[in-house]
């Protein structure tokens, strides 16, 4: 069977900074047209940090889309200035927690919502932290708080319902198999 959508008709609706909305006519694998509604988004990278004490990194923001404060790992966009995700998790974590790491190492990547955004996220671990003296500028629109949170308090947050964006939630199950591995007392 052919799953490829011919695009037959593009408009684009809104280009704002960060997203730009298109709606698209597409010719299906049977012959029949339909519309997609696509947020075309930039790329971003996220960072699962760990303490010394083996406390997450995590940071506290007001999230209007949900209007609601969010308890997330820091991440941020793939700027001009980044030469990769890399460098983007670098420069995004300095900037969102005051830290810089020794140690980074890839540890996955995938599409946020692929049904309407083509937005993709690359997720980094970041260990043997330590903070800056001076570090980078938090970007002018963001009020950034940090939390640094043992693995119960982390749960914690998230019974709450204060740590619910997907990438934070991935992080959490990513530490918890971690320390599953580590065979640590788990619930």
Do not use: C
Not at 53 to 62: H, I, M, R
């Amino acid at each position: 069977m052919d799953f490829y959508e011919e695009t037959v008709k593009s408009k684009s609706v809104f280009k704002g900074n960060v997203t730009e909305y298109v709606v698209e006519q597409v010719r299906l694998p049977n012959g029949k047209l339909a519309q997609r509604e696509i947020v075309r988004h930039d790329r971003a990278a996220a960072i699962i940090a760990f303490t010394e004490e083996d406390k997450l990194v995590l940071v506290k923001q007001y999230r209007k889309a949900i209007e609601q404060v969010s308890v997330e790992i820091p991440a941020g966009l793939i700027d001009e200035t980044d030469d990769n995700g890399l460098s983007a998790a670098k420069r995004e974590f300095e900037e969102e927690t005051g830290y810089q790491a020794k140690e980074w190492s890839p540890v996955t990547s995938y599409y946020s919502t692929p049904g309407f955004t083509d937005e993709y996220l690359e997720i980094f671990e970041a260990k043997d932290l330590s903070k800056v003296d001076s570090p980078l500028d938090q970007d002018e629109d963001e009020t950034i708080e940090l939390i640094e949170a043992s693995y119960d308090e982390a749960w914690e947050l998230y019974e709450k319902g204060e740590l619910r964006d997907s990438k934070s939630v991935f992080a959490l199950f990513y530490w918890k198999m971690k320390r599953l591995m580590m065979n640590k007392d788990v619930e």
